[in-house]
């Protein structure tokens, strides 16, 4: 039973460059969230997908977007990067049914610099 | 909105020696509550959760956790480490009867020397 599993590992891109990211959620789940880990910090809530929509989003621009799937993957697209974009991305899965108290089990993730 | 405070940024400790972690919460409603771990190299893993019911939760590994209401906190706990819990430790909560956003602390790295 794969987990959570995102693409690319590792991504170097420079100021001003568009981005996107993947993930393939666990199998059995419907809801994919993203987080933005930056060196030193904890985990920072971007956005959550379920049922093909964005559901909740947290405090970051619009140049972070995203998709999902009728798989139930999901893409996250950052435009016009900046130097404090660079982090590692985590994707987390889990089911849409009974909302707050669902685990999210977490990808690898992919690590972002932007030079 | 809720925040999570985590007061321990790096911890040093010798095998066998007890653990405590401390994690501090701020939210005028109820949460839920968890701890994640990260393992050099691995991703994040739910340690253990607490939702409602009895305030000390057993996790895996050996690691628990107390509630405590009164004081918005909720403080790892494993009475003797190993150098296999050499890891980063996150506390995080979300809204009770929200949708399942994860509010993080910024984390522990623990140090186990053997």
């Known amino acids: 039973d794969a987990g959570v599993t995102q693409s690319p590992t590792h991504l170097i891109k420079t100021r001003g460059q568009q981005v996107t990211l993947r993930c393939s959620p666990k199998s059995g789940h419907d809801t994919v969230s993203w987080y933005q880990q930056a060196l030193g910090q904890g985990p920072q809530f971007i956005f959550q997908y379920y049922e093909e929509e964005e559901r909740q989003r947290g405090n970051f621009p619009d140049r972070f977007s995203g998709h999902q799937f009728p798989n139930y993957s999901s893409e996250l697209n950052v435009n016009a990067l900046l130097l404090g974009d660079s982090a590692l991305y985590l994707c987390?899965?889990?089911?849409?049914?009974?909302?707050?108290?669902?685990?999210?089990?977490f990808g690898a993730g992919t690590r972002l610099s932007v030079l | 909105a809720q925040s999570v405070s985590q007061h321990n940024h790096h911890v040093i400790l010798s095998e066998a020696a007890s653990l405590e972690l401390g994690c501090n919460y701020s939210?005028?409603?109820?949460?839920?509550l968890f701890w994640y771990v990260q393992y050099p190299g691995q991703h994040l893993q739910l340690l253990l959760k607490y939702f409602s019911g009895d305030p000390l939760v057993k996790g895996i590994k050996g690691f628990e956790a107390e509630f405590i209401k009164s004081k918005f906190s909720f403080n790892l706990r494993k009475p003797s480490v190993q150098w296999s819990d050499t890891a980063e430790y996150f506390c995080?909560?979300?809204?009770?009867?929200?949708?399942?956003?994860?509010?993080f602390g910024t984390g522990t790295r623990l140090l186990v020397s053997p």
């Open positions: 987390a899965s889990s089911s849409g049914r009974a909302l707050a108290k669902n685990i999210q089990y």
């Open positions: 939210y005028g409603g109820t949460v839920n």
């Open positions: 995080a909560v979300n809204a009770y009867t929200g949708f399942q956003k994860l509010v």
